[in-house]
């Protein structure tokens, strides 16, 4: 069997940044299964693995704009402590969501606000994946309704808040 649109894949994977620096490693844990060709994974990835098989390895390279985009100065947002539900609780590395939705980084503390950056931690970098195929099965009829694996649909991570 190989990897096509709407078969569930199972994957091991490492990531690591342009530097070698390790950013995650899930060959520990059970395997993260994925809906080929329902958008989950970044295209970058996706495309890689259409046609494997089976235990075949990859080593893939996915710049910036295949991957989280690249960084937008238009993103990193001065927020004023009137706009803030307990300023005084937020520290610089927090991963704070704002009244309208947005989500980001305290990157500076001011008195009278904080600097945001809303921009994805992985975006303007190329990231290194080795990507094992751990398994192929055909999609279940839930699953394609769904277009998530019955793993996600249960609250599991799934490769789309892990690669």
């Known amino acids: 069997m190989t990897v096509e649109k709407d078969r569930i894949v199972s994957i091991h994977y490492m990531l690591k940044d342009e530097n070698g620096a390790l950013l995650e490693d899930n060959s520990s844990n059970p395997p993260e299964e994925y ?22 390895v990859v080593d893939v390279v996915v710049p910036p704009l295949q991957a989280y985009g690249l960084r937008e100065a238009s993103l990193v947002l001065e927020v004023s ?29 001011r008195a009278h606000g904080i600097l945001l950056d809303a921009n994805h931690p992985l975006a303007g970098k190329e990231l290194h994946y080795t990507i094992r ?14 277009r998530m694996t019955v793993f996600q649909v249960q609250g599991g991570c799934g490769p789309a808040g892990c690669c």
Request: proline share 3%; charged share 30%; no cysteine.
């Open 81 to 109: 402590n009137n706009d803030l539900d307990e300023p005084e609780a937020i520290h610089e590395g927090d991963l704070i969501r704002l009244f309208d939705g947005t989500e980001g980084y305290v990157i500076r503390k």
């Open 133 to 146: 195929v751990a398994g192929i099965r055909d999609a279940s009829q839930e699953e394609l309704v769904t």
């Open 35 to 56: 809906l080929h060709g329902s958008g989950v994974l970044l295209p970058g990835l996706e495309r890689v693995l259409e046609g494997m098989k089976e235990n075949e």
